[in-house]
């Protein structure tokens, strides 16, 4: 038996908002085959953390330039607008949150075990972050911290689609029939998921959530062809698997 690396985390908390391409319980499948420990489904996050005043503290998280990180006091709308996300957990476009940001007032959230724990949030909430070498706002598919979030959003308009998509018109892209980037409702979207949450589970084991080679699904994939031929159609390259299985047979 390979004992020489113990799991940092004995239980994954996972959320996850209503989606009509996600079963959660395959989902906790799939990560107690892969990882082997025990995962506790929850509900949709902000809904089970509800506490007065909460759709203020997300709204001052909203992204108000795509240059530069800055905050605002909400108008009491956009408050109003958070209250029935909150409420509905509907779909919503158009707005994105500052990753950082909502990821720290999440952190604020959890229970002391969920913090110890590995705890990640599926959204359909879209989150953007700023890094230090990019001159604007880019939207995540998937944030590793605590906890994690992967976004259905930043999955179908993260990783970019290619240039003569974005040219061509609506009657083009439905005769587009070799390639159809990923849609908000397509039944590639679980595999994708799958791949994401691998991801924060590495960057909590190691450190390291992405791998070069392509076709692991860790992969960190920039354009939608390499999300669909890795994150959906890939499988773990055969370091990433055997460091699993470590920790499966600890
Ligand atoms: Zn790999």
């Not at 005043?53 to 607008?81: C, H, M, N, S, Y």
Request: hydrophobic share 35%; net charge positive.
């Amino acid at each position: 038996m390979n004992s020489w690396i113990e799991l940092p985390f004995e239980k994954i908390f996972l959320y996850t908002e209503e989606h009509d391409d996600l079963n959660p319980r395959r989902l906790k499948k799939f990560l107690k085959e892969k990882v082997s420990c025990d995962v506790v489904l929850k509900g949709d996050f902000f809904q089970e953390k509800y506490h007065e005043g909460l759709e203020e503290r997300i709204a001052e998280t909203r992204v108000r330039e795509k240059t530069k990180r800055v905050f605002l006091k909400p108008l009491p709308k956009e408050i109003e607008i958070e209250n029935k996300i909150i409420k509905d957990g509907r779909n919503i476009s158009g707005i994105i949150y500052d990753g950082i940001a909502l990821t720290a007032l999440m952190r604020d959230l959890l229970d002391r075990e969920e913090k110890r724990e590995h705890t990640v949030v599926i959204t359909k909430r879209s989150l953007g972050t700023l890094e230090m070498n990019e001159n604007r706002y880019h939207v995540r598919a998937v944030l590793a911290s605590v906890p994690s979030s992967v976004s259905i959003t930043g999955i179908v308009e993260g990783p970019a689609k290619p240039r003569a998509y974005y040219l061509a018109g609506k009657k083009e892209k439905e005769n587009t029939s070799d390639f159809r980037p990923m849609q908000y409702s397509d039944e590639r979207m679980e595999s994708a998921v799958r791949s994401y949450l691998i991801q924060t589970i590495f960057w909590r084991l190691t450190g390291a959530p992405f791998c070069s080679k392509k076709g692991c699904r860790l992969y960190n994939s920039h354009w939608q062809k390499e999300l669909m031929d890795y994150q959906v159609k890939g499988e773990l390259c055969g370091d990433h698997e055997d460091i699993l299985r470590c920790f499966r047979e600890r």
